[in-house]
């Protein structure tokens, strides 16, 4: 930067009473000078009784005609940053001349400043001339028009991104461009926040509303177990004045049932894309556990939802209702696992695991429990000798179940405990079943469980837990699971 002259004409007169004529005026007081072709000028001015007050106003007053050249005011739609900024240079400018120094502001000094008392009323009058190279005044008007700027604002810019994608048909790109727009208006202290947030919610919501998800293939199926499900195809449209449109790009989020490591059935997910006709084709494992399950599909609004995650608390019946709106939106594709067992004559033997348990055991209780769940779900059942052992060979097996049989069930079976509580007894057992194939020898289902039951005698107690054992937990794992 140039070394620059500080050229700096301070006339203080202060008329006493009594004198007999006033200083000569400077003709910038009458008028503000003309633009050079180097500096733009500016003149502040006002009168008070308070010098330093009147110091101050005349200061205002010369920001002002500064901020009317550069043509920047605070309005509803400022952002913070604009408002900050503008404050900022404010402050500099009164700093700039209180000191009269042009080292804070580039380009801008003041030149003079003109102070007088009126003797009569007592009150003074400061004019204060300051000038602004034109180069430097262009750059800070460049910079602050900028920021004031609507479209500038961080809840603006992503609304007409908003309104742009929702036009082009881009219906979820719209969604979160108006999601962003919440979060800058819920996240900041621009004015008129929340009507700008409610107003990006309402349209978010009513895009949501278009949107139609179905399943146009792949449900229905009915697969053996350890079968392969077919693709299934998801369908994502916009109802769009009438019409319905594909929408394109969206992320779908599937959740699919999967056996778990202890048995149970649970629940794991996958994402799939729609296509440019809105379809999203995609595969899962089937579970190989018999019985009707489903596929679910959703709008995966993931990314949407952390937009929402810094909003205030009373923003967020917005956000809730915008995501209600997107969350509302599943299809599901039902599929069935089929086992063949039913079809396959079934060979039952139960045996006691121990001495003590063959004498305080009533295993007729065990098999009828079995065999009659069984039976309700169409199995053919056939009554065999136990085997001695708990794992015998498939010969030994071939010859004790009747003819015709095809597989054999055995059951091994423990006594455990045996305790009073008040009026009631509660016993529990556990055993191992096994289910062969007798054809080719391999073994189908093997497992261990155990069981509870309560009477008003021990063996009623026994009884109960060995009825829960058969019926309930045995049978309920092979119906699933035996292929």
């Known amino acids: 930067m140039k070394k620059r002259t500080v050229v700096l004409v301070a ?24 633009p050079d072709s180097t500096y733009t000028f500016f003149v502040g001015s006002s009168s008070g009784a308070d010098i330093a007050t009147t110091i101050g106003d005349a200061t205002a007053s010369l920001i002002a005609g500064i901020m009317k050249y550069v043509g920047v005011s605070i309005s509803v739609s400022s952002s913070a940053e604009a408002k900050a900024s503008l404050t900022d240079y404010q402050a500099q400018i009164t700093q700039t001349v209180k000191t009269e120094s042009k080292g804070r502001i580039v380009g801008f000094e003041v030149v003079e400043k003109y102070i007088n008392k009126d003797a009569k009323s007592g009150l003074y009058t400061v004019h204060v001339l300051a000038r602004y190279e034109t180069k430097e005044l262009q750059k800070e008007k460049a910079r602050l028009e900028a920021l004031f700027k ?19 048909g881009r219906q979820l790109d719209a969604i ?78 599937i959740a699919y049932p999967r056996k778990l490591t202890s048995g149970r059935v649970g629940t794991a997910t996958t994402q799939a894309f729609t296509d440019a006709n809105g379809n999203a084709a995609f595969n899962v494992s089937a579970i190989d556990v018999a019985g009707k399950y489903r596929v679910s599909v959703q709008i995966d609004f993931a990314s949407i939802s952390d937009l929402f995650s810094s909003l205030p608390t009373w923003a967020l019946p917005y956000s809730d209702a915008v995501e209600a709106d ?36 009533d295993l007729s209780a065990f098999s009828a429990s ?79 469980k155990s069981a509870q039951g309560m009477g008003a005698s021990e063996r009623d107690a026994l009884s109960s837990a060995l009825r829960t054992l058969a019926g309930q937990v045995f049978a309920n794992d092979i119906l699933g699971s035996l292929p």
Request: net charge neutral; charged share 15%.
């Open 150 to 168: 609507e479209k500038m604002d961080a809840v603006v810019v992503p609304e007409q991104k908003g309104d742009a994608a929702a036009a082009e």
């Open 326 to 361: 997107l969350s509302g939106n599943v299809a599901y594709a039902a599929y069935s696992v089929v086992s063949a067992a039913k079809n396959i004559p079934m060979a039952i033997a139960v045996r006691a695991n121990s001495q003590q348990a063959a004498i305080s055991l």
């Open 176 to 253: 979160r461009f108006y999601a962003e727009a919440m979060s800058a208006a819920g996240g900041s202290d621009i004015d008129n926040a929340q009507v700008k947030l409610e107003r990006n919610a309402k349209k978010a919501s009513a895009i949501a509303a278009t949107l139609t998800l179905s399943i146009v293939s792949g449900s229905n199926a009915q697969i053996p177990l350890g079968g392969t499900l077919p693709t299934i195809t998801a369908r994502l449209m916009a109802n769009r004045g009438g019409t319905l449109q594909p929408v394109a790009g969206a992320p779908l989020l």
């Open 370 to 448: 079995f065999k009659e769940a069984l039976v309700k779900q169409g199995f053919v059942v056939a009554d065999a000798a136990p085997p001695a052992s708990s794992a015998p060979d498939i010969a030994q097996l071939r010859t004790l179940a009747p003819p015709s049989m095809q597989r054999f069930a055995l059951a091994s079976i423990d006594l455990g405990a045996v305790s009073k509580d008040g009026d009631y007894f509660i016993a529990s057992v556990s055993g191992s079943m096994n289910v062969y194939d007798l054809v080719s020898g391999t073994t189908l289902y093997s497992a261990s």
């Open 11 to 34: 006339a203080i007169v202060i008329l006493a009473s009594g004198c007999a004529s006033a200083p000569k005026v400077p003709q910038w007081v009458l008028q503000t000078p003309q």
